[in-house]
């Protein structure tokens, strides 16, 4: 059973007894109950050691940037730098889609806080090439002009039913376990707790040449477990997995959420813990 985490900078969930020493980063629009059933099998491998999952900024329960900050890929790495902090630090990160990028961006600039990282179906962040730099900016700044609210719902259910549109291979047990953390009870209705700022185009984004580099400064072991059926080909994937100069690469049946699915699940935590016992 997860408890809420208290007195941290980021809201998120905690499985297990003690001080924890693992720390996972869910995807973009998802949050820190994404990685309930991977957590409930790692932590049952691990004898109840504490697994650490945090809210995002600007996701579930935490809180959001400030209007005009946005988000880049590299502009989470304060706050989950202090959080990593605030653990038995160095931690071992298990990180899923865009929370991979993150987990690469804190163990490149602070290796002193982190120990290992796993990349859940992800493979670094989403570049712009340099030559398109000023198109990319120019595409950012009028987005904000067609910033909305965050959408309303009468239910529960209306709320699923919308996220399924999103990500139908998801199971209605996986949507479930996201959608309740995500949504916030109004008054006559609910809406997502997401900061709608999450949707706007990026202003700037890394080149690949930028990626490459900050790739290669991550000098912990990785591991790089891809979905069979994940959203990115498997050369894409080997051709990133090249920078890193530590890394072992698998990949395990599931589409992209397939950590949060109790059919494929279980081969994931089975991978990080023969991962965690070799370091």
Same mark, same amino acid.
């Given at each position: ?148 609210? #965050?959408?309303?719902?009468? #239910? ?67 591991? #790089? ?55």
């Amino acid at each position: 059973m997860a408890a809420e985490l208290k007195g941290n900078l980021l809201a998120g969930l905690s499985w297990g007894q003690g001080d924890s020493k693992v720390l996972c980063l869910h995807g973009w629009l998802d949050n820190a109950a994404s990685f309930s059933v991977l957590a409930d099998r790692l932590t049952d491998l691990l004898g109840d050691a504490p697994v650490t999952a945090v809210d995002l900024p600007g996701h579930g329960k935490s809180p959001w940037h400030s209007a005009g900050q946005g988000y880049p890929v590299w502009g989470y790495t304060h706050e989950l730098k202090a959080v990593a902090a605030s653990m038995a630090s160095p931690v071992d990160l298990v990180a899923h889609s865009l929370g991979g990028s993150l987990a690469l961006c804190l163990a490149a600039a602070f290796p002193e806080f982190v120990r290992s990282v796993v990349l859940l179906d992800s493979p670094g962040p989403i570049v712009t090439p340099e030559n398109q730099i000023a198109s990319q900016l120019r595409d950012g700044v009028l987005s904000r002009d067609k910033l909305r609210p #965050s959408r309303q719902f009468s #239910s529960i259910a209306d709320a699923v039913a919308a996220r399924k549109k999103a990500t139908p291979e998801l199971s209605e047990s996986a949507l479930t376990i996201l959608v309740e953390r995500n949504l916030a009870k109004c008054e006559s209705h609910f809406e997502w707790r997401t900061d709608p700022q999450l949707k706007l185009t990026s202003d700037l984004r890394l080149s690949e040449t930028q990626v490459e580099h900050l790739m290669r400064a991550v000098k912990c072991p990785v591991l #790089s477990i891809r979905a069979e059926s994940g959203l990115l080909p498997l050369k894409f994937f080997e051709h990133r997995m090249g920078y890193l100069q530590n890394v072992d690469s698998l990949q395990l049946p599931g589409h992209h959420h397939f950590h949060l699915e109790e059919e494929t699940a279980p081969a994931i935590a089975d991978a990080i813990l023969t991962f965690w016992k070799g370091l």
